[in-house]
C-alpha cells in the first residue's frame, strides 16, 4: 500500500485546492481519454471560465482538439453540440509521444542506428569562393 499523493501533487491531477475552487462550478461533459470539464464564474473579459481536470498526468497533449476549441473559447458550446460528427477518415488525437518509445525518429536518428541515406549527387555543397 502507497500513500495516495494525488490530493497534494499538481501533476497526478488535481490538487484538493483546485478541487475546492470547483465547487458550484458546472460539469459540462468529459471526453474519451476520461479528462472531465467545468465552466462558472466569468474572467476578466466577462467570458465564462473553463477547466479541464486531467484524468492521470497532467499534459496538455491529451486534450482532444474539440475540447481545446471550447477551453479557448473557440465554440461556444460544448463540442458534442457545436461541432459535426466525427466522419470516418478522421484518426483519433495522439498525446505528443515526445521522450517515449512511440516517438517518431526519422532514418538517420541516433535511435534508428545513426547512419543517413547517402546524398544521391543533386546536393552540391555550398562554399564562399564560388
Not at 8 to 22: H, M, P
Not at 28 to 33: I, K, S
Not at 74 to 97: F, H
Amino acid at each position: 500500500m502507497g500513500i495516495n499523493l494525488n490530493p497534494f501533487t499538481w501533476w497526478n491531477g488535481a490538487t484538493i485546492g483546485t478541487w475546492f475552487g470547483l465547487r458550484g462550478k458546472a460539469q459540462v461533459g468529459e471526453d474519451a481519454l476520461g479528462n472531465v470539464y467545468y465552466e462558472g464564474g466569468s474572467d476578466t473579459a466577462g467570458r465564462p471560465r473553463r477547466w479541464v481536470i486531467y484524468a492521470g498526468a497532467n499534459d496538455a497533449s491529451r486534450v482532444p482538439p474539440e475540447w481545446f476549441s471550447w477551453l479557448h473559447h473557440q465554440i461556444d458550446d460544448v463540442p458534442d453540440r457545436a461541432l459535426p460528427p466525427e466522419r470516418r477518415w478522421e484518426k483519433p488525437a495522439l498525446p505528443n509521444l515526445t521522450g517515449t518509445a512511440l516517438a517518431y525518429r526519422p532514418s538517420g536518428a541516433l535511435e534508428k542506428g545513426g547512419r543517413r541515406a547517402a546524398a544521391t549527387g543533386d546536393y552540391e555543397a555550398w562554399s564562399p569562393e564560388g
